[in-house]
């Protein structure tokens, strides 16, 4: 079984960390990855820019594109895409072809990533 | 991290937290010392309990309801008759902690943090007291860290904080969420106090450094809630932009006795990479309004240069065209002055020394008017009037650091009258 697992922090304090607290983290962080790199087993990683970066583009005939993060209300968090773009249009453009393929009324969010690890994970 | 809640955890949580708890409880009790005090208490509750049960999972709900019980508290000790609320909504910290609280606040925060800044950046204060007042109050510096920066005395900068909450207390700001335009206004107000604020932490080269750049954090800190308060602002959007990009040269840009070290000059692989990433980001999110300003404007020039992976690089011919349109936004001596530098590169110094000799009598007291000008003279060999011109920059500088600059470029004179001309390109044209 394959598992992604989620980041929920406040932003507000992580991004207040100096460098050196963010390089002890991300070091600690290594150090517990380490058994599944190791076996071939870790996908990618990625850590995200704040969620003031963010652009969110809301599902409907003719998507909607709405600064900031996509603020969880009823919908859960269902999946993600990592894609890379020459332009922020570009991304609003995959998404709105995303939304535009969906006929439900939930919303993709798209936010700019801080690190990318491509991991060693097969399939 | 590791188990349980470390120090630095519990100072960035307390940190993060001040702006809406004292905000919310600034509305609740209607003055400031008290507010000050109730939040003073909670964060002193925070310390002793966080790190025994867990932190809690929203910390400014937490300090808001423990600081408003603790503020009851004292006015009932205080012997203050009031009507307080009852018993049941107060006494329990239970699970319902967080959610009583944001009841009470959520719907308000936005206009709760937005009327607290703009008290402390009230356009009828001084913008020294602007800035000194927000470090105090909104992002919770000590008088202590605040002198230092400011290099006056700890009495001094009291006193100076004191007398301006005085004033925006006089001023009677009130209390009632603000209309659109008024919002719109005090959102520009406290825009322009930041970008001060960070100016303060990032030109200057007096004071103790390590608080300078704490200066231009906290100014970050501030205009990255600001934007999470009005996610589609693009002015905003374009400041903390423009912030991050400048500020992501910090490391680079002084060496170490602290002298400014010129654009041309700095170590590239010493810029921070993840502040130039999220400021070109927000530039993407700012330039998709189309409504440019002057911060998104300058943030575009400072992506420009971020951008070129070498000084060689820099593509002066889109910053001139730049600078053109912050002309036309900000029409000043000084942007035409920087404008003057990209059309040195792009078309030669003949052709900006024109631009900037009409600039003469307007900036005959700015150090970088001279700078500039003598960097220009040089390049065209006209030596005797470039140390004139060098000469009259080191008289104006402010501080050693400027000083020594401008040293740096007339022994780069000698050197030219000395051996064959390689056309030094001079001057920083945005403050490096």
Redo the contacts between chains.
């Keep these: 079984m394959q598992y992604a697992i989620f980041c929920y922090d406040h932003e507000e304090v992580v991004f207040g960390w100096t460098k050196e607290q963010d390089d002890a983290v991300i070091a600690s962080l290594d150090r517990a990855k380490k058994k599944f790199v190791e076996k071939g087993r870790l996908g990618p990683t990625a850590r995200l820019m704040p969620t003031t970066a963010a652009t969110t583009v809301r599902k409907a005939k003719e998507p909607i594109v709405i600064d900031g993060p996509f603020a969880e209300t009823k919908e859960q968090l269902l999946g993600f895409y990592v894609i890379d773009c020459d332009s922020l249009e570009q991304a609003i453009e995959f998404a709105k072809d995303l939304a535009r393929s969906s006929n439900s009324a939930g919303s993709y969010e798209v936010r700019p990533l801080r690190l990318f690890h491509a991991g060693s994970l097969e399939r | 991290?590791?188990e349980g809640i470390d120090g630095?955890?519990l100072d960035?949580?307390l940190?993060?937290?001040r702006p809406r708890a004292l905000s919310a409880l600034l509305r609740y009790f209607g003055q400031l010392d008290a507010a000050e005090e109730a939040f003073q208490e909670a964060c002193l509750a925070a310390i002793e309990k966080w790190p025994k049960n867990g932190p809690p999972r929203d910390?400014a709900a937490w300090l808001i309801f423990v600081g408003r019980n603790s503020g009851i508290d004292a006015a009932r000790r205080r012997g203050k008759e009031k009507e307080l609320p009852g018993e049941e909504q107060l006494s329990d910290l239970g699970d319902t902690e967080s959610s009583t609280a944001e009841r009470l606040d959520d719907a308000h925060y936005r206009d709760d943090i937005l009327r607290l800044l703009f008290i402390c950046c009230h356009p009828e204060l001084p913008a020294t007291q602007q800035i000194a007042l927000a470090l105090r109050l909104v992002c919770g510096l000590s008088v202590e860290q605040i002198a230092r920066a400011f290099l006056v005395s700890e009495s001094a900068m009291e006193q100076r904080i004191t007398r301006g909450k005085n004033r925006v207390a006089e001023a009677h700001v009130p209390f009632e969420a603000p209309g659109a335009p008024e919002r719109a206004e005090r959102l520009t107000a406290v825009a322009a106090a930041v970008y001060l604020m960070f100016n303060e932490g990032y030109s200057a080269t007096g004071g103790d450094s390590h608080v300078r750049i704490q200066i231009a954090d906290e100014a970050i800190?501030l205009s990255?809630?600001l934007?999470?308060l009005f996610?589609?602002e693009p002015s905003i959007?374009g400041l903390?932009s423009l912030m991050l990009l400048h500020h992501s040269r910090a490391a680079a840009r002084l060496d170490a006795q602290g002298n400014i070290v010129l654009l041309e000059d700095q170590d590239r692989a010493l810029w921070?990479r993840?502040m130039i990433?999220?400021g070109i980001?927000?530039l993407?999110?700012a330039v998709?309004h189309d409504r440019p300003d002057p911060y998104q404007v300058q943030a575009a020039i400072a992506a420009q240069h971020a951008r070129a992976p070498r000084f060689e690089d820099t593509d002066w011919a889109r910053i001139e065209k730049l600078y053109l349109v912050l002309e036309g936004l900000t029409p000043s001596p000084v942007v035409t002055l920087n404008r003057a530098v990209a059309t040195s590169k792009v078309r030669g110094a003949a052709e900006a020394l024109e631009l900037i000799l009409p600039l003469a009598s307007q900036l005959s007291s700015y150090f970088y008017f001279f700078g500039v000008k003598g960097a220009f003279l040089l390049q065209l060999g006209r030596l005797a009037e470039a140390r004139t011109a060098f000469d009259r920059a080191i008289a104006l500088a402010k501080s050693p650091a400027e000083a020594v600059h401008i040293r740096l470029q007339i022994d780069r004179l000698t050197k030219e009258s000395d051996s064959s001309c390689r056309p030094t390109s001079g001057f920083p044209n945005d403050p490096c």
Excluded: I, T
């Design positions: 991290v590791s630095a955890w960035m949580a940190r993060g937290a910390p800190r990255r809630l934007l999470r996610p589609d959007m903390l921070n993840d990433a999220e980001a927000l993407d999110k998709r």
